[in-house]
């Protein structure tokens, strides 16, 4: 293996490992709230389904797909940001959000170093 090639096999490992505690931090917080007995609105559903549901979703499709996953993660947090926005007149606070989907951001940049590499080698 070249040295050139080991930088995309390390951001792809760190963007794997963060999408896995990301998705259980999720997790952790959808079994909390499942026993409140409160359901979430229609207007709810909306936000839910771009964060968490879009943005894990992409993460777990970038294990298959780097770059396909990254885009979906980056653009359901976008989405869920604009939703946000609208709804309430300002930003979520707080650097969480995107912090829970920034490995979607290291996907994007394991598949472009990757296909850096595949160029340099060829």
Excluded: D, H, K
């Excluded at 707080?94 to 394991?110: C, D, K, M, R, S």
């Amino acid at each position: 293996m070249a040295t050139g090639s080991i930088t995309p096999v390390v951001v792809r490992w760190v963007a794997r490992v963060w999408s896995i505690l990301s998705v259980i931090f999720i997790l952790a917080f959808a079994i909390g709230e499942a026993g409140s007995g409160r359901g979430p609105t229609a207007r709810e559903w909306v936000g839910l389904s771009l964060f968490p549901i879009g943005v894990c979703l992409g993460l777990i499709v970038a294990w298959f797909c780097e770059r396909l996953g990254g885009i979906l993660a980056l653009v359901s947090l976008v989405a869920f940001y604009v939703w946000n926005v609208g709804r309430s007149g300002r930003l979520p606070r707080g650097p969480f959000f995107f912090l829970v989907a920034a490995p979607g951001l290291l996907f994007l940049a394991a598949a472009l170093l990757s296909r850096q590499s595949a160029v340099r080698e060829s």
